[in-house]
């Protein structure tokens, strides 16, 4: 028997917002029982900390450096290599539904595919692929997408538009009138990207993306092998789940981050030992980057603000872990719930409160690095129940999913299959991920290498318009897991830090055909 | 709009939303026989926006090259 693959992702989704993570604020049962089964990964690194580059590398099992897709904004090449399309090839059908990103959502030209398939009304787009062939847009059979509210052109946007166009207006408003990340507050803080939402529950995109997969899932003829990427915008921000929701988790109940320093002066200590654009962006000095709002100030963040948002992440979270049970329970109903390979995690993290900061940026630490990672693989396979505790990175999901389907990785893909436990890691010589951040906004050039083994966190920041290529980071992850003591400077360390740094060197000397990098098209 | 053949020099407005501003001017200077320097300039409000303009400019620079070589190579 074939294994299908349901393949879930969320957006900017921290590593301890599982219960199966050690996380005690959202109460997800789903995903927990599915770690239980299968494979719990300690430390997932993403190939970048915002979405573009991140969801890229997922599809092409490379590294930004090599698909192209460097930062937001910069689209993926059309005849990138895509994993889906060597699953079509298998015979899978194959849907992405949800949030994409490989191309800009700004799109006034109207330049893009994923913008322009809710107006065309059709399931797919004939394209150029790698090797020469056309076929389904990047190896889709079918794709229906959402975002962040209900904005701009997509599937989701146009069906709440036209069917509930009076809840429009309860959304959050992303974007200001500027086109910026919007800085206005909400809620009972007046905590930035933050709204009531009286949406009802079941317009909601998250249960709408459950929604249209269930309904493509059972489209599906019985023994049909199937790839659907099940993708929730949540729980990136802004941050307006349905209000029927959020007395879930009652925001005045919700302990500070351990990682969120209570006093200003801690705050600034601790930023002082980073690389300068750090303390820059909390100050409001700097603007590096389009993902947080451009007129937020860190600095004038509020403890209580810090519970809100993670209050309402976290109901966003239990939202997806219960969407999340309906799919699994259609897969039951369907009788493949023991032929279905599922694969859970996020793009990147989100700093919600970390070092008094919030949103992503250049910032590798933890809080935007180490992220959710589950593989229940089949039933029919019998796992054996492991956790993974050796460093891993999302680059390795292409040819994992090859390997489900029993398909050769191809010569294109840079990571190896996940290892099912620690001695398998051991065996095929996992022990480093590795990411990257290339940005450039308006004349503000910022790049860092990092690399992550087992015992440290080591970031190079090259130079550009606010590094001039000596700063770096090396954290301790044993003596340090918040990373709060940089010890680049320390002659201690020496010897570490040039044994990392090779290993940052290999890393970018490292042999392979590298696609011209693309051009920056949009902030977003 | 302008276009002024003798100056080569073509300028464009968009004056749809969400443009507040916008102005586009393309200029193409001699600078040899069958040599050419074509310099595309805009400006644009709100700031946010001009980056897809600067995104599309960089193909509209590379069409242009590949019009004025083609017609280069026919002449």
Known sequence: ?524 | MSIDDTLRHFAYRITAAPYTFHLGVIDVIEIATNDSLCVYSTTALPDTLALLIAGGTVGALDQIQRLAESSRVAS
Request: charged content about 25%; aromatic content about 10%; glycine content about 8%.
């Open chain 1, 1 to 524: 028997v074939s294994r299908k693959i349901l393949f879930i992702t969320t957006d900017q989704q921290r590593y301890d917002t599982l219960g199966a993570n050690g996380g005690t604020l959202s109460r997800t049962p789903v995903l927990d029982r599915l770690a239980s089964e299968g494979i719990r990964y300690e430390r997932a690194q993403p190939t970048s900390v915002v979405c573009m580059p991140s969801r890229s590398s997922m599809l092409t099992g490379q590294f930004p450096s090599t698909h192209g897709a460097w930062m937001n904004g910069v689209p993926l090449a059309i005849d990138a290599p895509s994993v889906a399309e060597s699953l079509h090839d298998a015979g899978y059908a194959t849907a992405l539904i949800g949030k994409a990103h490989f191309e800009p959502f700004m799109d006034p030209f109207g330049l893009y595919a994923e913008n322009a398939l809710a107006n065309l009304g059709i399931p797919t787009i004939e394209q150029d692929w790698f090797d020469g062939r056309r076929g389904v847009h990047r190896g889709f059979d079918y794709l229906e997408f959402a975002t962040h509210g209900v904005m701009g052109a997509l599937h989701y946007a146009k069906w709440m538009n036209e069917q509930h166009p009076e809840a429009i207006r309860s959304f959050y408003q992303v974007v200001d009138r500027e086109f910026n990340v919007n800085a206005a507050g909400g809620g009972d803080t007046d905590a930035p990207q933050v709204k009531f939402n009286a949406v009802p529950r079941e317009w909601y995109h998250t249960d709408w993306v459950a929604d249209r997969t269930i309904r493509w899932l059972e489209e599906q003829a019985a023994d049909q092998d199937w790839f659907c990427w099940m993708s929730f915008p949540d729980p990136h921000h802004p941050w307006d789940p349905p209000k029927s929701e959020i007395g879930r988790v009652p925001w005045r109940d919700v302990a500070l981050p351990v990682n969120y320093p209570q006093s200003a002066s801690e705050r600034e200590s601790l930023l002082d030992q980073k690389a300068r654009h750090w303390r820059a962006w909390y100050d409001g000095r700097l603007v590096s980057n389009y993902e947080a709002p451009a007129k937020w100030v860190p600095a004038t963040m509020t403890a209580d603000q810090v519970r809100e948002v993670n209050a309402l992440n976290a109901v966003e979270v239990e939202l997806i872990d219960e969407a999340i049970g309906r799919v699994l329970a259609s897969i039951e109903r369907k009788g493949w719930g023991d032929d279905v390979d599922v694969i859970f995690t996020s793009d990147h993290g989100e700093l919600q409160g970390d070092f008094g900061l919030l949103f992503k940026g250049p910032y590798h630490v933890d809080g935007l690095m180490r992220l959710p990672l589950i593989w229940r693989p089949a039933r029919s396979t019998a796992p054996q129940p492991s956790v993974v505790h050796t460093p891993v990175s999302l680059v390795s999901l292409a040819a994992t999913f090859l390997d489900i389907a029993g398909q050769p990785a191809p010569v294109w893909v840079e990571g190896a299959a996940l290892p099912v436990d620690d001695q398998d890691a051991s065996q095929r010589s996992f022990d480093a991920t590795f990411t990257e951040w290339d940005s450039s906004f308006f004349g503000i050039d910022v790049h860092l290498r990092s690399v992550v083994t087992s015992e440290f966190l080591y970031t190079r920041y090259q130079p550009g318009t606010t590094h001039d290529g000596s700063e770096g980071e090396l954290y301790d992850l044993t003596d340090d897991p918040l990373q709060r003591v940089n010890r680049f400077d320390d002659p201690a360390m020496t010897a570490v830090r040039a044994t990392l740094s090779e290993r940052l060197d290999d890393h970018e000397l490292r042999p392979g055909e590298r696609a011209t990098p693309g051009v920056l098209m949009a902030p977003v």
